[in-house]
């Protein structure tokens, strides 16, 4: 059984108007349901299939996420330093399931 | 006799072949080379438009403002890194608001979309996707002001990442 891990790296304070990077990973093996196992039997598709990012509630950055992105999705992505507030991170699973993860950040300036 | 028959047969189907290749019947030509081999003839120019044109519903115009970055040859197609970049000020006015990515010889093809703010500040992201053969992956921007940018490049693995 695998467990599924969200990460997520950024500064804890920035200047106001900067642009930092955002780096997350998830532990995940995004089986596409495209592969069979030993016994020819079709893996069922089982995806992270989105990914937002929110700044003080509004969405800045999310992906749909498709089959083709690599096991253990890593997305890196930049945002734009405007208020200290917190950052909100979703992953949606194929089922339902959701993994989140929250950190705050402080604007300077 | 029979020996006869079967050449003028494969003699008659070269000679169509060349004269539709020749013709310039671009339509019957890319329908040929589907049946014939599916990989050669969606990864043209032409399919690439197309592809990109059922999913936006608009047809997009090449620019050298889509960068896509990725190793031109990398073994391992299970994790292939790729940065994207769009030059844009990331402004109210003025942002890239969504960028399809397509690898057109992957089992699905539309490998994921990213959709920017305002606030992203930079339209710029990396991740790693899987490429089952060597193949174009294409990038396609919407823009604010509902212009279609895109860019490709090309990505030779050595392994099938979606097996």
Redesign the interface.
């Known amino acids: 059984m695998v467990t599924v891990q969200p990460r997520v790296q950024l500064p804890s304070e920035v200047a106001k108007d900067d ?1 930092f990077e955002v780096r997350t990973l998830i532990s995940h093996p995004m089986e ?1 349901g ?2 069979l196992d030993e016994s020819k039997h079709v893996i069922p598709r089982h995806l992270i299939n989105k990914f937002t990012c929110r ?1 003080n509630d ?14 253990n ?8 330093a ?1 208020e200290s507030g917190r950052l909100q991170f979703l992953w949606e699973e194929d089922g339902g399931a959701v993994y989140r993860l929250e950190s705050s950040i402080t604007v300077r300036g | 006799m029979k020996r006869t028959a079967i050449s003028s047969i494969v003699l008659r189907r070269r000679a169509v072949l060349r004269a539709l290749w020749w013709g310039g019947l671009g339509v019957a030509g890319s329908t040929l080379g589907t049946r014939l081999c599916r990989g050669a003839a969606l990864d043209t120019p032409e399919a690439h438009g197309e592809l990109i044109r059922k999913l936006t519903g608009r047809v997009p115009v090449e620019s050298p403002r889509v960068h896509l970055e990725m190793p031109p040859v990398f073994s391992n197609g299970y994790t292939v890194p790729l940065t994207l970049e769009v030059d844009s000020p990331m402004i109210q006015t003025d942002y890239v608001r969504l960028v399809h990515v397509l690898a057109p010889l992957n089992p699905i093809t539309l490998v994921g979309s990213f959709l920017f703010t305002p606030r992203s500040g930079r339209a710029r992201v990396s991740t790693r996707i899987r490429l089952a053969e060597p193949q174009n992956v294409l990038a396609a921007a919407e823009m604010s002001d509902g212009s279609l940018l895109m860019t490709k490049t090309w990505v030779n693995v050595d392994s099938n990442g979606c097996a």
């Open positions: 642009i596409t495209l592969r700044y509004a969405v800045a950055f999310s992906v749909d996420i498709h089959e083709s992105v690599a096991a999705p890593y997305v890196s992505f930049y945002l734009r405007t």
